[in-house]
């Protein structure tokens, strides 16, 4: 079987040669095609890492792409193509992830070469790491080597008071630089941890390392929250609020400054998530529920629980200003986490727009792109100083 890195549908025979061409000068094999038979002839047998479909063709559109390709129990990437306004590609891209496909991305019409390029890049060395994830396994061992090499990192990313546009708080966020496969995502990586039940180790690893950097902060004279990603597994060890009461302890961190960001897990009751929660609480930290809107409790099932913030996915925020739909889901999630004495923070802040918008709806704190990338702990004070001097 042929390996492909990229594979492209469009019923216009122009953009097809043009996207090969940018593909193959990024040294990539590609093929591209205007005919659906011939697509699925060359995908059948070949082996591809990232498939581009354009959505509205005359011959087959690109529904019918998706569900040929779920028949298959299609493994690639797959990028939607598309002139359409964001609705379209959004319902598209939410259908192909409910058939089971792997959307990685979308591009829009008139292809922007350098837009196209690292989207292009960046989706299929993504996929090639997860295909290569048999020869690069994961073990306990690797992971454990990882650490003590340096390999493993954590990046802080900033967090904003919206209205006054200080910054309050950063989230720490584990990076993995492999001298091999290079730039690891967390998403691969954690619930690999957790698998190998390794999570414990690693989650009081994280803690560790950044009580240790708030503590360097502080000498700095820089006081900010701190808030730590603790995996749902994680909850069932029921003494993680005394070992992080102790951690910081003994890394002189008042609790207060510590944000415990929880997601709601699909396998742990309902109790000990309230266990845990309360327990954190009465030790001094704050807690918030993270990617709020991806799972299963609404709001008001949660109000029982003591959080004192949540963050809503980034899903919502994204598109808010475009997409009206998402714009009413902020907005009442705002204010009913307000009512429930909730502070609101908006995650996935790309644009100016977007952190207007949020200003608007009376978001209390935002974190995104547009404010900062998480950055190394070291770079943190330079860029509290740059945003603190008067703009010129
Ligand atoms: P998360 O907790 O929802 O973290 C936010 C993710 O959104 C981070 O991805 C961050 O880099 C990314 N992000 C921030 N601003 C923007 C933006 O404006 N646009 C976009 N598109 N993305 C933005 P990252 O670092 O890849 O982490 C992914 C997930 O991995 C995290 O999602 C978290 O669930 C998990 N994770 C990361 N570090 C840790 C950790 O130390 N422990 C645990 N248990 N999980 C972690
Ligand atoms: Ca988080
Ligand atoms: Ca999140």
């Known amino acids: 079987m042929k390996n492909i890195d990229f594979l492209f549908i469009d019923d216009d025979p122009a953009v097809c040669k043009v996207a090969k061409r940018i593909a193959e000068s990024c ?6 095609t205007t005919d659906a038979d011939e697509f699925k002839q060359i995908y059948r047998n ?12 005359p011959q087959i559109d690109g529904v019918e792409v998706f569900r040929f390709l779920a028949k298959t129990n299609c493994q690639a990437g797959i990028l939607i193509v598309s002139g359409f306004d964001r609705r379209v ?15 990685v991305g979308t591009i829009s019409k008139p292809l922007a070469l350098e837009d196209f390029r690292s989207i292009l890049s960046r989706s299929i060395e993504t996929q090639h790491i997860l295909v290569d994830d048999d020869r690069f396994e994961i073990t306990a061992a690797s992971f454990k080597e990882a650490v003590s090499g340096g390999e493993l990192t954590l990046a802080f990313q900033p967090k904003i008071e919206l209205i006054t ?7 720490a966020l584990a990076r993995w630089q492999h001298p091999k496969f290079g730039e690891i995502a967390p998403s691969l990586f954690v619930p690999r941890a957790e698998q190998l039940r390794i999570i414990d180790w690693f989650t009081e690893w994280v803690i560790d390392t950044a009580l240790g950097q708030w503590a360097r902060w502080r000498k700095l004279g820089i006081i900010l929250d701190i808030a730590i990603n603790i995996s749902p597994l994680s909850l069932d060890r029921l003494d993680l609020p005394d070992l992080l009461s102790a951690r910081c302890k003994a890394f002189g961190v008042p609790a207060r400054y510590v944000v415990v960001e929880l997601t709601e897990g699909t396998t742990q009751s309902a109790v000990r998530l309230l ?8 030790k001094g930290m704050k807690i918030s529920l993270d990617d709020y809107g991806t799972g299963y409790s609404s709001l008001a099932q949660l109000q029982q629980l003591p959080f004192t913030e949540i963050k809503i996915d980034r899903r919502f925020v994204e598109n808010c200003d475009a997409l009206p739909e998402s714009r009413a889901i902020l907005k009442s999630t705002i204010d009913l986490g307000h009512e429930l004495g909730l502070a609101v923070t908006a995650e996935g802040v790309e644009t100016q727009s977007v952190l207007d918008l949020l200003v608007e709806l009376g978001c209390d704190q935002a974190q995104g792109y547009f404010i900062a990338r998480p950055m190394p702990g070291a770079d ?9 001097a008067p703009s010129h």
Do not use: N
């Open 46 to 57: 070949s082996s591809v890492a990232v498939i581009a479909v354009d959505l509205s063709m």
């Open 89 to 103: 590609v959004e319902a598209a891209s939410r259908l192909g992830k409910e058939l089971g496909l792997k959307i």
């Open 27 to 32: 040294g990539f094999l590609a093929a591209a």
């Open 275 to 282: 266990d845990a929660v309360s327990r954190f609480r009465l």
């Open 165 to 171: 546009g200080r910054l309050t708080g950063v989230e």
């Open 380 to 388: 943190l004070p330079m860029w509290a100083a740059e945003r603190r």
